[in-house]
């Protein structure tokens, strides 16, 4: 298999991959669509290339197939990252009746002490932004978001702890 023979096999199929992620990636994670088409030619071309396509189906029947499954795949991925950033953001928000004002002010203060790579993520957090959104938006990888957050709060931690 060679990247032209691909190339033809993609100009021929792309309507029918798109339609399948189109029909099972859900709406609002429509956004990840071209993820999606593309990880479904990555899958196509390895499995070409390396002769584990057995003939006993149409291509475009095959990678629909793929593309249907990589759709339940991001699906997958995405609502359980929607729920971790929900988590997330509601220990970060969670504001019990007895904080007051000089609270918020000293919490305000502890995250401008972060430097500026930690305290951009914390605070798009903060705001409810998955990691996928903070990571388009910053336009850095959702392991670094991540890794990101993760300091940002121990170095939060660390300064209430020096605080009291």
């Known amino acids: 298999m060679n990247e032209i023979e691909f190339a033809s096999i993609v100009g021929r199929t792309k309507k029918t991959v798109l339609q399948a992620v189109r029909k099972h990636l859900a709406a609002r994670f429509s956004y990840a669509t071209d993820d999606v088409v593309q990880e479904t030619y990555m899958r196509g071309y390895r499995h070409l290339a390396n002769g584990k396509f057995r003939n006993e189906s149409s291509i475009e ?38 904080i007051f004002p000089e609270d918020h002010i000293r919490m305000g203060k502890l995250i401008d002490r972060l430097p500026e790579i930690y305290r951009e993520v914390v605070l798009l957090k903060v705001q409810g932004l998955s990691e ?21 709060k121990e170095m939060l931690q660390k300064f209430s702890e020096e605080a009291v």
């Not at 388009?136 to 300091?151: A, D, P, Y």
């Open 61 to 98: 029947s095959w990678l629909y197939a793929i593309a249907k499954n990589e759709s339940y795949r991001m699906n997958k991925k995405l609502w359980r990252e929607e729920e971790k950033a929900e988590k997330s953001a509601e220990q970060l928000a969670y504001q019990p009746d007895h």
């Open 132 to 152: 996928i959104e903070i990571a388009s938006q910053l336009r850095i990888n959702e392991g670094t978001v991540k890794s990101r957050f993760f300091r940002g």
